[in-house]
């Protein structure tokens, strides 16, 4: 029994050690716990004063956007008219309130790029009878000086318009991946800023304008994934100095054919292509527009008349390339008589004349009324349509490329009518 006892004993102390170990353990293990919560406490601080990372386009863009103004179109809307009356409460007659209003037809977008003047798209002004130019809450009249409609752009006057003109850059000196910044006005949300890449050059897009001599117009244009919207055409698609380097001015949005929609492809028209009509206005000299058989011919000029040498025709209206404007209207050249002055400036079968001294011809008889009028000696300046290898090469005329408008210079000369 005294051997039991004593073994209880050890087994009591025993245990108690035991529990005793374990409660120091759990008051060790709770302070070191504590211990790691408060210095990591004591190590955390919060850094103030971070330096603000800013995009490369924020001081473009600061630079540039309020150069950037509406235009909106305003058409003619009279209040006569004249209806039947079909019963049902819908009466007719004739309303002889002649009095007219002002009505909105759409917005679009500007860029001032000289004092006072604000470069837009054509589709933007057009068939307008009234313009506004509009910066902030401030609308200003403005006046049409000067359009090209086959590269739809647009020159606007507005007097006492105090906004300073962005830099033009160069549209030629671009190159895919650069950054492109365009700033206008879709759907009413002045100054939106948007940016992406140059994402192709010289993309060719179809018009449905004609150019001055009738020729539909095909535009080398600039595409890019920064959005554009109902509204930007005519705004600016600047690069990151703030220099403006296109005018947006549409986008896909799918394809009639597949039924496919597309996202980030949209189009802008190169800078360079708009200096001419900016210089001619600025300049005072603006211009506000606006198979291939032939149909008879004729010797320019017979007689005891100077002439260049070469036999003109008239167009077949009801030609495929003519009616679908592949090729302008003009005096089309059958002939070329050799060692003539024709041949000489230049001038090759198959040519179109399409202006004589800056004046536009679309017929062999405008052609020929203008020649007749010079004497032996003087010279004539001759703008003509050239496709390669002539058009007369081509038995299908959906195939026609599209050719280039070259000018030259002929003298007229007293020829003998034998080498006619």
């Known amino acids: 029994m005294k051997n039991n006892n004593n073994h209880s004993g050890k087994n009591f102390y025993a245990f108690t050690s035991a529990a005793l170990a374990l409660v120091l353990m759990v008051v060790a293990s709770v302070a070191l716990f504590e211990h790691d919560s408060t210095a990591g406490a ?52 004739y309303n002889d309130d002649d009095t007219s209003r002002q009505v909105l037809q759409g ?48 020159v606007l006057y507005v007097a006492d318009l105090d906004i300073e003109p962005v830099v033009l850059g160069d549209s030629d000196q671009l190159a895919v991946g650069d950054w492109a910044i365009c700033i206008g006005n879709p759907l009413s949300f002045t100054g939106t800023t948007t940016v992406g890449v140059i994402s192709a050059l010289n993309r060719e897009v179809t018009s449905s304008a004609t150019d001055a001599y009738g020729k539909r117009a095909v535009n080398t244009m600039i595409q890019t994934d920064a959005a554009i919207n109902a509204g930007n055409s005519g705004g600016g698609m600047f690069n990151v100095a703030g220099e403006l380097i296109g005018i947006p001015s549409m986008k896909y949005t799918g394809s009639m054919f597949s039924g496919s929609t597309v996202e980030g492809i949209g189009m802008a028209i190169p800078i360079n292509e708009a200096k001419d009509l900016i210089n001619d206005v600025l300049a005072g000299n603006g211009n506000v527009e606006g198979s291939t058989t032939t149909q008879g011919s004729t010797s320019i000029s017979t007689g005891d008349k100077p002439r260049i040498g070469v036999t003109v025709s008239n167009l077949n209206p009801n030609s495929y390339a003519v009616a679908n404007s592949i090729i302008p209207t003009g005096a089309y050249v059958q002939n070329v008589e050799s060692g003539s002055p024709a041949e000489k400036a230049g001038v090759q079968v198959a040519d179109i004349v399409v ?20 004497q032996a000696g003087d010279t004539a300046t001759l703008k003509v349509y050239r496709v390669e290898g002539g058009l007369d090469s081509y038995e299908d005329q959906t195939a026609i490329p599209d050719g280039e408008y070259i000018d030259l210079t002929v003298e007229l000369a007293m020829l003998d009518a034998a080498a006619q």
């Open 42 to 93: 004591e190590a955390v601080t919060l850094t103030e004063n971070a330096t603000v990372v800013t995009s490369p386009f924020t001081e473009a863009v600061e630079k540039v956007r309020g150069s950037v103004v509406g235009v909106n179109n305003y058409t003619t809307y009279r209040n006569s008219y004249y209806g039947f009356g079909f019963g049902y409460g819908y009466g007719g007659g």
């Open 107 to 154: 917005s679009g977008s500007g860029v001032v790029v000289a004092d006072g003047y604000v470069l837009t798209n054509y589709h933007v002004v057009e068939d307008a009878t009234m313009l506004e130019v509009t910066s902030g809450d401030k609308v200003y009249p403005a006046e049409l000086k000067g359009t090209d409609e086959a590269k739809d752009i647009a």
């Open 355 to 374: 202006e004589v001294d800056g004046t536009r011809v679309s017929s062999m008889e405008e052609m020929t009324s203008i020649l007749q009028s010079k």
